[in-house]
């Protein structure tokens, strides 16, 4: 059974930043593209960042430059670190595959405050 816990979500200012890390189990990591979602109230979710099974990474427009993703296959683990945070990157983030399953995990709330 797969599972993903997100974790490292909180309330930062803005211009802060913050790690988010995705622990996966039930999966073989090194075999998937892995990506960070993230769902603002009243907006679709949307992906904000990819890697892929090599470790080739891409990013949302509206984070670049700001967001990085990371994978460590060994510890089953995702990570997103956010630099420069805006109060617009208030969202529920989530870690999924890449085209996303339905074995969503429960998210970390981030809140980002001006």
């Known amino acids: 059974q797969v599972r993903l816990v997100e974790s490292g979500g909180g309330l930062v200012q803005a211009g802060g930043s913050l790690r988010l890390s995705c622990l996966a189990s039930?999966?073989?990591?090194?075999?998937?593209?892995m990506a960070w979602y993230r769902q603002a109230p009243g907006r679709h979710r949307e992906l904000v960042a990819r890697?892929?099974?090599?470790?080739?990474?891409s990013t949302a427009d509206s984070v670049k430059g700001r967001f990085t993703i990371s994978r460590d296959n060994a510890r089953s683990q995702v990570h997103l670190q956010m630099y420069n945070m805006k109060p617009e990157d208030t969202a529920v983030y989530y870690c999924?595959?890449?085209?996303?399953?339905?074995?969503w995990g429960p998210g970390t709330q981030v809140t980002v405050s001006s």
């Open positions: 890697i892929g099974r090599a470790g080739e990474t």
């Open positions: 039930g999966i073989i990591l090194r075999n998937n593209a």
């Open positions: 999924n595959t890449d085209p996303y399953s339905n074995n």
